[in-house]
């Protein structure tokens, strides 16, 4: 593969574990379906809860079902694709969650991550567009999610 086509592949993929998680905390939580492929694959295998969502119709529910009133910020680091031909990668990538239910708009104190872990993914070219085929959660480090502090009363 040329190494310019291989770096663009590389950056497209990248794209997409960034896209994720700013639809999640910052856009409309539904729409993480579309970087998906049509059968793509979400899930959080054991040790964790067996959550598995399959197809645009499964994932579009499931996040979609997210409450309007939590509020989260997922910070993405060490992203590493690696192709393993020209419509296909894979990508390990580390993600911080910071969490809370029910928000009502305010600024919160800071708090401590509520999930430290990491996505395992696979990605496949589909018409030119390199999508999500299959993503795992592994999750080391985690925690409930906390409450928001209720604003005191006038």
């Known amino acids: 593969m040329d ?8 950056r497209a993929c990248e794209r997409l574990v960034l896209d994720f998680v700013h639809r999640l905390d910052l856009g409309e939580p539904a729409s993480v379906a579309g970087l998906f492929t049509e059968d793509g694959v979400w899930e959080w295998p054991p040790p964790g809860d067996g959550r598995r969502s399959v197809g645009r119709a499964e994932l579009r529910a499931y996040f979609g079902a997210r409450p309007p009133d939590k509020l989260s910020r997922r ?51 589909v018409n030119g567009q390199w999508l999500l085929a299959h993503r795992r959660l592994h999750l080391p480090f985690g925690g409930p999610t906390p409450q928001a502090p209720t604003s005191p009363g006038p």
Request: proline fraction near 8%; aromatic fraction near 10%.
């Open 3 to 10: 190494p310019l086509e291989r770096l663009l592949s590389e």
């Open 75 to 125: 910070v993405m680091s060490n992203i590493r694709v690696t192709l393993t031909s020209p419509d296909t990668a894979e990508a390990t990538s580390y993600f911080t969650t910071y969490r809370v239910e029910g928000w009502t708009g305010d600024m919160l104190p800071a708090g401590p991550p509520v999930q430290v872990g990491h996505y395992e993914d696979e990605f496949r070219r």
